[in-house]
């Protein structure tokens, strides 16, 4: 932490402290078990591994409960295997898009939207249409209006107000939005050369003649980009830096160019706004729920439960191929013991580096694909307030909240889990929680703080944060809840790219033998050997729902056959 960012946070922290001394902030960790994780890799470091107590028999097992192993899950029932078993590490199925509730109030501790997908993810948008959230109406898509986010969208403090979007333009020099419409020229161009999908690999390698640009994008950090485009506008950079964050984990100066790019010619484009515009909402959709994706991950794994499909509090301790089937070896938390499954064909729907740890004598794509992967720790902080906290004045209470400049490390600001009440005054006052997110991917020490920092540290900073725009925020609070993340998302280094397209990995393969209820095959994005299926948002570089989705359901129809 810079000595600027250690004073502001402090003296925020002394603000907090001085307004209501005698109260004692309730709270705790919640979410993520790191205690049972760091057991899992204390045990595989150990050596020998304890012997199984119980031996059961699948057709599959799906190694890894996140958003990959949710849907690869749900591709084996679309073709017809219900013979399978997700062992999940912890006591809820999800990953990054698991959601909780504070007080009885619903909020997310990951993952709190999805932008609409675009026609590159159809598997994304068959699942929406399935939960009844897109339908076809006088020949158009519509997406049901209580789900997409509602106005206002996003909002950001600066300068002791609220200005409506994220980007700064009321009052900036001509010269801060003659670089914005450079750029958006720029991320324009990238946007129509059709290199840049989402997923990744819709299109990437459809034309063999890009591949030489997008190596070289990859090869440099994004803020070595801007900088050869003359692209140093503080306010523009900051912005990007933010996205940057958003998406990856990390800033500008860690991630290559081509994931800077990505973020904006892959979705919605970059826009400037009019400089009188008021409105100060996104040009895409947002799909977004109180406890966030959450609200996906769990109608992914209800039909599981009820099935006796998902095995949560079993950590995959062993995955080893054999002639004529794959042994999965897990460790059971509630018994103390470990089971054994016998399978067909397994589902690795794990991160990279548990993947390398756990399956015997690992391909050489999956030993090429972990080298040089890195994740992002993150932290979630959701405050439950009872009240209305005092406002700074400018543009109203919105969904997504950001502090320009946050003196807190890695801080986005929060996201408001009451926003999507269809009645909005009500929702003004009612009780609420703030999700307040850390993304700390470039901080140094960040994981050793992260096991070692007490809930209250956490908590504090988000405090301190949140006390410029709303400085009555440590009164209202009734508890707070902190989700710690270690490896929490893939962050896209300079050559992470390269890495993957070079083992093949960016480059589907089409299975010719694979019909899904009559229809034609699709390519499946699936690093496979005979008997295993590897599917996880690792294999794309960096981590959001569209590519664990797709990734995953492709792995599991590859185990279906």
């Not at 209501?20 to 709270?27: F, I, M, N, P």
């Not at 860690?254 to 994931?259: C, G, N």
């Not at 794509?365 to 720790?377: D, K, M, N």
């Not at 209250?456 to 902190?482: F, K, N």
């Amino acid at each position: 932490m810079q000595r600027r960012q250690f004073l502001a946070t402090a003296a925020a922290t002394a603000l907090v402290g001085c307004q209501d001394a005698s109260r004692t902030l309730e709270g705790c960790f919640a979410g993520a078990d790191m205690a049972r994780g760091h057991a899992v890799r204390d045990l595989l470091r150990g050596g020998a591994l304890p012997g199984p107590a119980v031996v059961r028999r699948v057709r599959v097992v799906v190694a890894g409960g996140g958003i990959a192993g949710l849907a690869a899950a749900r591709a084996l029932r679309l073709a017809g295997v219900e013979d399978f078993a997700l062992l999940e590490l912890e006591d809820e199925a999800g990953g990054n898009s698991r959601a909780g509730s504070v007080l009885g109030r619903a909020c997310p501790r990951g993952a709190h939207y999805l932008p609409v997908p675009g026609d590159g993810a159809p598997e994304v948008q068959d699942l929406l249409e399935e939960l009844g959230l897109r339908q076809r109406v006088a020949g158009r898509w519509r997406y049901d209006e209580f789900t997409l986010c509602h106005s206002p969208q996003e909002r950001l403090h600066w300068q002791g107000r609220w200005h409506y979007g994220l980007l700064p333009v009321e009052g900036v020099a001509p010269g801060t939005l003659a670089q914005y419409r450079r750029f958006a020229e720029r991320v324009q161009a990238f946007t129509r050369s059709g290199a840049f999908a989402m997923p990744t690999f819709a299109n990437f390698g459809s034309d063999e003649a890009l591949a030489p640009a997008l190596l070289a994008l990859d090869a440099m950090t994004f803020a070595g980009w801007l900088a050869r485009e003359g692209l140093d506008d503080a306010h523009l950079r900051w912005y990007l830096d933010y996205c940057c964050r958003d998406d990856y984990g990390a800033g500008s100066g860690v991630v290559s160019s081509w994931a800077g790019i990505h973020y904006f010619a892959s979705r919605h484009g970059f826009a400037v706004p009019d400089e009188g515009e008021r409105e100060g909402e996104a040009d895409e959709g947002v799909l977004t729920w109180p406890e966030g994706n959450g609200f996906l991950a769990r109608r992914l794994a209800a039909p599981l439960a009820a099935a006796g499909q998902l095995f949560t509090g079993h950590s995959v301790l062993r995955i080893a191929e054999e002639r004529h089937g794959v042994q999965v070896d897990a460790l059971d938390h509630a018994s103390g013991q470990v089971v054994r499954w016998q399978a067909e064909r397994c589902v690795v729907a794990l991160p990279l580096p548990l993947a390398l740890a756990v399956v015997q004598q690992p391909p050489p794509f999956l030993r090429a694909a972990t080298l040089g992967h890195a994740a992002a720790p993150w932290v979630v902080t959701n405050l439950a307030i009872a009240a209305p906290l005092a406002d700074a004045p400018g543009a109203a209470p919105a969904w997504d909240n950001v502090v320009y400049d946050d003196p807190t490390p890695g801080g986005l600001g929060y996201v408001d889990a009451g926003h999507q009440r269809l009645d909005a005054r009500a929702a003004l006052a009612a009780p609420t929680v703030l999700s307040y997110y850390q993304a700390l991917g470039d901080m140094p020490g960040a994981r050793a703080q992260l096991a070692q920092r007490p809930w209250q540290h956490w908590a504090q900073a988000a405090i301190g944060a949140l006390a410029q725009p709303h400085p009555d925020l440590a009164r209202r609070i009734e508890r707070v809840e902190v989700t710690r993340y270690g490896h929490a998302m893939a962050v896209p280094r300079p050559g992470r790219l390269e890495t993957l397209s070079r083992i093949g990995i960016q480059r589907p393969t089409i299975n010719t033998s694979l019909l899904l209820n009559g229809e034609r095959p699709r390519a499946l994005p699936t690093p496979a050997t005979a008997r295993l299926a590897f599917a996880h948002a690792d294999w794309s570089g960096y981590s959001v729902f569209e590519e664990a989705f797709t990734r995953g359901h492709g792995a599991g129809l590859q185990a279906a056959i």
